[in-house]
């Protein structure tokens, strides 16, 4: 019997079963990881859900494992003698630590850098930090900063070669040589088989193969779905880029009276030709800043400028990012262009004919510039700012000193955002200019000389957000006297949000919680705390126009956020939910039908009210459809332009 048991574990196919079931073992096990390195996020996760999606995850892990050991596999199945070779299965061994530790590793980093996403990586990270000169510094400092994660990591790979050196390939049965051929052949078909039912998510002809999407089946919450994925799946599943589908929710005819991104402004003489400046402070959300928290009990937030600024300005409190990441930030504050399943700027569509601040201003004789203190061509910016048609980017290069410059991201923001406020006195007004700040970005790191002067906060970002705070003081302190300066809007908002402390925060509304704030030097009649109107970073391009009396026709998925009679709403997409905020609701939409509401008066978000307020309910899907229609079609049919 022994000699039996023996005989069947070093099968060949028995030992290949066994060393696939290792790495299973190491995703399950990293799946627990990726829910213990994020309980904030998901504090509301009950056991039997967790369970759930751990079931359902092994789909997906199984799909990612069957891509990631094609090779494995093979090297198991084929039906020659040499797989029992000592020195073949050495090989066979390496291959296997190679692969799996690379996909594992991918696996794992999610484990923080979700924190910063909200979303599982997908194959658009290599394009978003194509450029970035200084990737491995910034590896070496996530992985050293987040060395209880690292440590996580290393145990799992020892556990995997703890493991596969127990498992052994024995001698083959001693078939005749037809036999032999015929049986091994027969079993490798039916692994192929399997294989392609494994991949695809199901043995079913009528199965189409497994995508992201497919997690929502498993889930209470679109944020859920970053739980039952994987990161290698995730990545495997977006090799090639999204491509949008033509909705027909509505005719052409229909679709008008919903919704149009077309625009027109008609000239309003009346109106200064204003400067415009627009702050894209990294990851300022809203729950950083003290103003937008008074609620809060003793919440005095980590940006005391910005709140003695926010006395000065109009302020809007239901204000909404447009995308989840860095790289969906320019499109939709500077293009009005908002980012759904993947980011603009890196998906099918990117090279789309499109209209922004500074292409629509040239011929009101406005000069425009775009300023990031990051190394020239990181993230991709400088090739959007080009293509968006602004006429120049001033970037580290242009700088000039790497004194000033952070060792990872890029020149502190301090000296950078005096930079920015001394080269812009050089410019003729009028001008429209924008800046993306650098330094409250992971390893959240600050000036030597400010070690011990911002506070820590509850978040590691804080501290870091309270010295951009500061460089934000000292440019607007800086810029109050320049002659441009009275003569200019400035608009404050964030590329996106961060993973929360706060309660409120720690959901699908509050994950888009960004800024919006509109700063007119000297004006009163922009002076107020809007705590009704959603507004959206869309928004920003029709407002600006409209200030300074444009004139013409423009492209648009924003509205002018001061038109007391227009259509206020916000739109983002986590997961693979759309969102819609707009009244007091948020309503979530998985292009087929609704899957959730809420009365963002909630604070929580904790009651999904689906079908309880069925008119709103009808007018929000409505909306949102159109909404989807009309991007997608524009996308596709390259109509981003007035022709």
Same mark, same amino acid.
């Given at each position: 019997?022994?000699?039996?048991?023996?005989?069947?574990?070093?099968?060949?196919?028995?030992?290949?079963?066994?060393?696939?079931?290792?790495?299973?073992?190491?995703?399950?096990?990293?799946?627990?990881?990726?829910?213990?390195?994020?309980?904030?996020?998901?504090?509301?996760?009950?056991?039997?859900?967790?369970?759930?999606?751990?079931?359902?995850?092994?789909?997906?892990?199984?799909?990612?494992?069957?891509?990631? &050991?094609?090779?494995?596999?093979?090297?198991?199945?084929?039906?020659?003698?040499?797989?029992?070779?000592?020195?073949?299965?050495?090989?066979?061994?390496?291959?296997?630590?190679?692969?799996?530790?690379?996909?594992?590793?991918?696996?794992?980093?999610?484990?923080?850098?979700?924190?910063?996403?909200?979303?599982?990586?997908?194959?658009?990270?290599?394009?978003?930090?194509?450029?970035?000169?200084?990737?491995?510094?910034?590896?070496?400092?996530?992985?050293?900063?987040?060395?209880?994660?690292?440590?996580?990591?290393?145990?799992?790979?020892?556990?995997?070669?703890?493991?596969?050196?127990?498992?052994?390939?024995?001698?083959?049965?001693?078939? &005749?040589?037809?036999?032999?051929?015929?049986?091994?052949?027969?079993?490798?078909?039916?692994?192929?088989?399997?294989?392609?039912?494994?991949?695809?998510?199901?043995?079913?002809?009528?199965?189409?193969?497994?995508?992201?999407?497919?997690?929502?089946?498993?889930?209470?919450?679109?944020?859920?779905?970053?739980?039952?994925?994987?990161?290698?799946?995730?990545?495997?599943?977006?090799?090639?880029?999204?491509?949008?589908?033509?909705?027909?929710?509505?005719?052409?005819?229909?679709?008008?009276?919903?919704?149009?991104?077309?625009?027109?402004?008609?000239?309003?003489?009346?109106?200064?030709?204003?400067?415009?400046?627009?702050?894209?402070?990294?990851?300022?959300?809203?729950?950083?800043?003290?103003?937008? &928290?008074?609620?809060?009990?003793?919440?005095?937030?980590?940006?005391?400028?910005?709140?003695?600024?926010?006395?000065?300005?109009?302020?809007?409190?239901?204000?909404?990012?447009?995308?989840?990441?860095?790289?969906?930030?320019?499109?939709? =504050?500077?293009?009005?262009?908002?980012?759904?399943?993947?980011?603009?700027?890196?998906?099918?569509?990117?090279?789309?004919?499109?209209?922004?601040?500074?292409?629509?201003?040239?011929?009101?004789?406005?000069?425009?510039?775009?300023?990031?203190?990051?190394?020239?061509?990181?993230?991709?910016?400088?090739?959007?700012?080009?293509?968006?048609?602004?006429?120049?980017?001033?970037?580290?290069?242009?700088?000039?000193?790497?004194?000033?410059?952070?060792?990872?991201?890029?020149?502190?923001?301090?000296?950078?955002?005096?930079?920015?406020?001394?080269?812009?006195?050089?410019?003729?007004?009028?001008?429209?200019?924008?800046?993306?700040?650098?330094?409250?970005?992971?390893?959240?790191?600050?000036?030597?000389?400010?070690?011990?002067?911002?506070?820590?906060?509850?978040?590691?970002?804080?501290?870091?957000?309270?010295?951009?705070?500061?460089?934000?003081?000292?440019?607007?302190?800086?810029?109050?006297?320049?002659?441009?300066?009275?003569?200019?809007?400035?608009?404050?908002?964030?590329?996106?949000?961060?993973?929360?402390?706060?309660?409120?925060?720690?959901?699908?509304?509050?994950?888009?919680?960004?800024?919006?704030?509109?700063?007119?030097?000297?004006?009163?009649?922009?002076?107020?705390?809007?705590?009704?109107?959603?507004?959206?970073?869309?928004?920003?391009?029709?407002?600006?126009? =409209?200030?300074?009396?444009?004139?013409?026709?423009?492209?648009?998925?924003?509205?002018?956020?001061? &038109?007391?009679?227009?259509?206020?709403?916000?739109?983002?997409?986590?997961?693979?939910?759309?969102?819609?905020?707009?009244?007091?609701?948020?309503?979530?939409?998985?292009?087929?039908?609704?899957?959730?509401?809420?009365?963002?008066?909630?604070?929580?978000?904790?009651?999904?009210?689906?079908?309880?307020?069925?008119?709103?309910?009808?007018?929000?899907?409505?909306?949102?459809?159109?909404?989807?229609?009309?991007?997608?079609?524009?996308?596709?049919?390259?109509?981003?332009?007035?022709?």
């Amino acid at each position: 019997m022994k000699e039996s048991i023996k005989a069947l574990r070093g099968n060949i196919f028995v030992v290949l079963l066994l060393r696939l079931l290792i790495v299973m073992l190491a995703y399950s096990v990293c799946r627990v990881g990726f829910y213990l390195f994020n309980t904030n996020i998901y504090s509301d996760v009950s056991f039997s859900g967790m369970m759930r999606m751990m079931t359902g995850g092994l789909k997906f892990d199984i799909s990612a494992i069957i891509y990631t &050991n094609l090779l494995v596999i093979v090297l198991h199945i084929i039906p020659f003698k040499i797989r029992y070779n000592k020195i073949y299965q050495k090989i066979v061994m390496w291959i296997f630590y190679i692969f799996n530790f690379i996909a594992l590793t991918f696996n794992m980093s999610d484990f923080i850098y979700y924190r910063f996403t909200l979303k599982r990586t997908t194959m658009t990270l290599f394009k978003e930090f194509h450029g970035n000169t200084n990737i491995l510094d910034l590896l070496w400092s996530f992985v050293w900063d987040y060395w209880y994660a690292s440590l996580f990591g290393i145990l799992v790979f020892i556990g995997i070669i703890f493991l596969y050196k127990k498992v052994k390939v024995g001698t083959p049965i001693k078939y &005749n040589t037809y036999m032999y051929y015929l049986v091994n052949t027969v079993i490798m078909a039916l692994i192929v088989g399997l294989c392609i039912a494994g991949m695809r998510g199901g043995f079913r002809h009528s199965t189409r193969p497994i995508t992201l999407s497919n997690a929502a089946k498993y889930i209470e919450r679109p944020n859920e779905r970053a739980i039952v994925l994987n990161t290698p799946f995730a990545m495997i599943r977006t090799l090639n880029n999204v491509k949008l589908h033509k909705h027909k929710y509505f005719t052409d005819k229909e679709l008008a009276t919903h919704f149009s991104a077309n625009h027109t402004f008609t000239a309003d003489t009346t109106k200064k030709k204003l400067n415009i400046v627009v702050f894209v402070l990294e990851s300022f959300a809203k729950e950083h800043i003290g103003f937008y &928290n008074k609620h809060i009990k003793d919440y005095k937030g980590y940006t005391p400028f910005l709140d003695s600024l926010c006395q000065h300005s109009y302020v809007f409190q239901e204000s909404y990012a447009n995308g989840g990441r860095s790289i969906n930030a320019l499109p939709s =504050n500077l293009a009005s262009i908002p980012s759904f399943q993947e980011p603009f700027v890196l998906g099918n569509y990117s090279g789309n004919e499109i209209n922004s601040l500074g292409s629509l201003l040239k011929n009101d004789g406005y000069y425009s510039a775009f300023f990031h203190g990051a190394p020239n061509g990181s993230m991709g910016f400088q090739s959007f700012i080009k293509q968006a048609g602004f006429d120049d980017y001033f970037g580290k290069t242009e700088y000039n000193n790497d004194d000033d410059f952070d060792g990872i991201w890029g020149i502190w923001d301090e000296p950078f955002l005096q930079y920015y406020a001394r080269t812009m006195d050089t410019f003729k007004e009028p001008f429209v200019t924008s800046i993306f700040t650098v330094s409250s970005h992971h390893p959240f790191k600050v000036p030597e000389k400010y070690k011990n002067v911002f506070p820590e906060g509850n978040l590691p970002v804080q501290k870091a957000i309270g010295y951009t705070d500061n460089a934000l003081r000292k440019f607007f302190k800086t810029a109050s006297k320049m002659p441009w300066y009275k003569n200019t809007v400035f608009f404050i908002t964030a590329d996106h949000s961060v993973s929360p402390y706060l309660k409120e925060y720690n959901n699908t509304r509050g994950h888009f919680a960004v800024p919006l704030i509109v700063y007119k030097p000297g004006d009163s009649d922009f002076v107020n705390y809007d705590t009704t109107t959603i507004v959206q970073q869309t928004d920003i391009l029709p407002t600006a126009l =409209n200030m300074i009396g444009y004139k013409g026709k423009f492209i648009s998925f924003g509205n002018d956020m001061f &038109n007391k009679n227009g259509d206020h709403f916000a739109v983002n997409y986590e997961g693979s939910t759309y969102q819609l905020t707009m009244g007091n609701y948020l309503l979530q939409f998985n292009g087929k039908e609704a899957t959730a509401m809420y009365d963002i008066r909630e604070r929580y978000l904790e009651t999904n009210i689906l079908g309880t307020v069925p008119d709103i309910q009808l007018k929000m899907e409505i909306k949102l459809k159109a909404f989807i229609q009309e991007y997608n079609r524009r996308m596709i049919e390259n109509d981003m332009t007035v022709k």
